[in-house]
């Protein structure tokens, strides 16, 4: 395959899926690409390169042992592609916000890539990922074959958002990557993908965390849902709660998410932007007391507990089973437009307790006052103090206006709640 004399055909798209043969060679015809753009003003660039898991997988399965360092090679080199759309703008002359720009298109694949392929226009060529890198002479063009069909619905499947496309991911837009888990027991990770792998693929777990507040008088902080959000729009739900990023780990998500969605205007969804966290100091496992032994545990609780500042959120793991504070669920889903039956969707979830400072949360009054920033433009439209019996009451007299994460906890660890409940009350008591 000639990449050059290729490119320089196309007149309404270039689709090259998987790059680590010919990105040097790309790379090289930065400028015929973008006379190619200027000419055409219908002709579209997609470049899906592959991700960090691919490029490692690719190396390690190249029979070049004497080559140590090739995975940092095809990396740097999928890396200087990732510039390829700055290169044909400063060709041009033109900015990010140009209409050129908007027709170029670079995103991660987040799939194993069995095949490399370049589309221009109707042609297609192919090259497979063996044992060798390969470059361009590696490519045949795809001619009247049996398998011509697979390889054309292959390529279209990533411009459907419901088939290979919902595994793009551009790393300077798109919302954060996270590491999914598979069903078993107990659920095993295989792999980070971008987070709008969402719906309906239950065959896969997402990991979060949840956070349930509660003030030194044990009341418990609920907020409720906005319009806008994607899923349980206008209900009731836990204090905070949020999907684990790749490579987080559960006790400092919890920590952002708890700052994000309380208290940071239109924090949903977005990167966490360095708030203070040292605030809220993770106190660690939290095992329910019971009996005479219960309250004397208690009691020291609150002595050692007592030397710190009262400003200071206290953030505990609480031992709901033998996974600790980690549970495995199917997390119930109302969709807009769904005609009110649920979807569900597969979760691991790490869930934390939180006793708030003193004199933030103690009335109804304070919170609004102190929560105001966290409903503008963010998940919560509310907040509301309630005590737990109170909301066991209200969910068996007005079930549909919670959602079923605050369900499933109150059916599950209704027991556990009002145990921490009670700690809190005596621990500031």
């Known amino acids: 395959m000639r990449l050059g004399d290729l490119l320089a055909e196309a007149r309404n798209r270039i689709l090259i899926i998987g790059t680590t043969a ?13 006379q190619l753009l200027t000419d055409h003003p219908s002709l ?4 899906l390169y592959e991700s960090d898991d691919e490029l490692f997988k690719q190396s390690i399965g190249v029979d070049r042992p004497e080559e140590p360092g090739l995975y940092a090679g095809l990396w740097e080199s999928r890396d200087q592609l990732r510039g390829i759309r700055r290169r044909i703008l400063e060709s041009c002359g033109l900015s990010e916000n140009s209409g050129l720009a908007q027709r170029i298109e670079l995103k991660q694949v987040h799939l194993r890539l069995p095949l490399n392929i370049v589309k221009v226009d109707s042609e297609i060529w192919a090259g497979m990922v063996t044992t060798s890198i390969g470059d ?4 045949s063009k795809v001619c009247d074959l049996p398998w011509k069909g697979a390889i054309e619905d292959y390529a279209s499947s990533y411009s459907d958002p419901y088939r290979m496309g919902a595994y793009l991911y ?3 837009n798109d919302k954060k990557l996270l590491q999914i888990y598979d069903n078993g027991t107990p659920p095993r990770s295989r792999g980070i993908f971008p987070r709008q792998v969402r719906y309906p693929h239950n065959s896969i777990r997402k990991r979060s965390v949840w956070g349930f507040i509660f003030n030194r008088q044990g009341e418990l902080l609920l907020q409720k849902r906005s319009e806008w959000v994607q899923d349980n729009r206008n209900l009731w739900d836990k204090s905070f709660g949020g999907h684990l990023d790749a490579e987080e780990d559960p006790v400092t998500m919890a920590k952002k998410e708890l700052i994000q969605e309380c208290f940071l205007p239109a924090a949903e969804d977005t990167d966490y932007i360095g708030e203070d966290t040292s605030l809220i100091m993770n ?6 007391p019971s009996g005479e032994e219960g309250a004397h545990f208690t009691d020291h609780l ?29 997390s119930e889903r109302l969709l807009p437009g769904g005609g009110g039956e649920p979807v569900f969707v597969a979760f691991v979830t790490d869930v934390f307790f939180v006793v708030a400072p003193k004199e933030l949360l103690d009335d109804q009054a304070q919170a ?15 907040h509301r103090l309630i005590s737990v019996g109170s909301l066991l009451r209200e969910l068996e007299d007005f079930g549909d206006g919670f959602t079923g994460d605050l369900h499933y906890m109150m059916n599950r660890h209704q027991d556990i709640l009002v145990r921490f409940s009670r700690t809190v009350v005596r621990m500031y008591s």
């Open 302 to 330: 609150a002595k050692a507990y007592s030397h710190l500042p009262s400003h200071t959120w206290c953030l505990f793991a609480p031992n709901l089973d033998r996974e600790g504070n980690r549970i495995v669920l199917e």
């Open 136 to 139: 361009c002479s590696s490519y």
């Open 44 to 47: 579209k660039l997609s470049i």
């Open 22 to 34: 010919i990105g040097e060679e790309l790379l090289r015809h930065t400028r015929t690409l973008a």
């Open 170 to 172: 551009d790393p300077e």
């Open 283 to 288: 106190l660690g496992e939290w095992i329910a």
């Open 368 to 382: 609004e006052e102190n929560l105001r920033h966290g409903q503008t433009g963010n998940a919560a439209k509310a």
